[in-house]
C-alpha cells in the first residue's frame, strides 16, 4: 500500500543545498567539526565510509551525531545502506527527529523507494514525528536504473533529489569515472530529477578529486550552467568551491536586476519581449533572471 500524509507535507519546500559533506558517523572527531564547514548539509554516513564491524555503533551514535552536525543550521542527512538487515536496522536508528533526509545508496526502482517510504512513515507514526518531514536523495549507481529515472523521480512526495553516484555507477559499466563516460548519465538524471521538480545534484567528474581545486571549480561552474543545483562533497575543501560556484556571480546578479527591471519596463508597455542591450529579451530569459535573484535571497 502507497503510504499517505498530508498535504501541507507534501508542499514542503524544495531545500538549497550547494554542497552537502559526507561525514563518517562512526569516527567523533569528524562528527565534531562538520558544523563549522560552511556546507549546506551534512550527510551522516552509515555505508561505504563505515567498516562493517562499526556499523552497530555509528547507528548507536547517531542521536548525538545529528545533534551535533545540525547545531549551526545545517540540513542533517544520513545516508543508510542498501541491504535489507542493514537498511532495516539503518532506519530504526535515522528515523528520529533533527534528521531532514535520508540518502537512498543503488537506488534502482521506485518500488524500492516506496517501499523505504512506507517502512519510515510506520516509524514516525510510532514515534509521533512530523509525517512525511524525512525526506529523500536517491543515489542512481547502475545503469539499469538510468532506464527507470523518470519512475524513481516521481515514485513518492518524499522525493527531494537525485544525484549520480560516479564511482560505483563507472564501476557497474566496467569503466573510468571519466568526463565522456558521465556526461550522459549525469544529463539523464538532471533531466529526470528537473521534470520531477527535485534538485539534480551532481557535477561531471569524480567525487574523489578534491586535490585539483582548479579543476574542481571548473567542473562544479560547468555543472550549474548545465543546471544542477548543487553536489555532494566528499572533503571539507571543497565545501567553499561548490558553494561559491553554485551561487549567483555579481555579473549576474547585475544581469538579472537590469532583466527584472527592463521586464516591469516593458510590462507598462504591453509588451511581453523587448529589446535589451541589443539582444532580445522574452519570457524565458526573465525566467532565468528570476531564478538567479530567487537563488540569491537563498544564499
Do not use: Y
Amino acid at each position: 500500500m502507497k503510504d499517505t500524509f498530508p498535504a501541507v507535507e507534501r508542499a514542503m519546500s524544495v531545500p538549497r543545498w550547494r554542497s552537502l559533506l559526507f561525514v563518517p558517523a562512526h569516527v567523533p572527531r569528524f562528527v565534531e567539526t562538520a558544523c563549522e564547514r560552511g556546507s549546506d548539509g551534512v550527510i551522516l554516513d552509515l555505508e561505504d565510509s563505515v567498516p562493517e564491524d562499526q556499523k552497530g555503533e555509528a547507528r548507536g551514535q547517531l542521536p548525538e551525531c545529528v545533534t551535533k552536525v545540525g547545531r549551526k543550521g545545517a540540513s542533517v542527512l544520513v545516508r543508510v545502506n542498501h541491504g535489507l538487515r542493514a537498511l532495516a536496522a539503518d532506519l530504526d536508528a535515522a528515523v528520529i527527529a533533527g534528521v531532514d533526509a535520508l540518502v537512498l545508496p543503488k537506488t534502482d526502482s521506485a518500488e524500492w523507494v516506496l517501499e523505504i517510504a512506507n517502512a519510515v512513515s510506520g516509524l514516525e507514526r510510532e514515534r509521533n514525528l512530523a509525517p512525511g518531514r524525512i525526506r529523500f536523495l536517491a543515489q542512481i549507481e547502475t545503469p539499469g536504473a538510468l532506464q527507470r529515472l523518470a519512475a524513481i523521480a516521481s515514485a513518492h512526495p518524499r522525493m527531494v533529489a537525485m544525484a549520480l553516484g560516479p564511482e560505483d555507477f563507472s564501476a557497474a559499466v566496467g569503466g573510468a569515472p571519466e568526463f565522456d563516460l558521465l556526461l550522459a548519465p549525469n544529463l539523464s538524471v538532471l533531466f529526470a530529477a528537473r521534470a520531477a521538480g527535485l534538485l539534480p545534484l551532481g557535477f561531471i567528474g569524480s567525487i574523489s578529486e578534491f586535490s585539483d581545486t582548479h579543476k574542481l571549480r571548473e567542473a562544479a561552474v560547468h555543472a550549474r550552467r548545465l543546471g544542477f543545483a548543487g553536489a555532494l562533497v566528499i572533503h571539507p575543501t571543497q565545501v567553499a568551491i561548490f558553494n561559491e560556484a553554485f551561487s549567483p556571480s555579481s555579473q549576474e546578479l547585475e544581469w538579472a536586476h537590469t532583466v527584472v527591471a527592463a521586464e516591469n519596463d516593458a510590462a507598462t508597455r504591453g509588451l511581453s519581449a523587448f529589446s535589451l542591450n541589443g539582444k532580445m529579451i522574452d519570457p524565458p530569459v526573465v525566467r532565468r533572471a528570476h531564478e538567479i535573484l530567487a537563488l540569491s535571497s537563498n544564499n
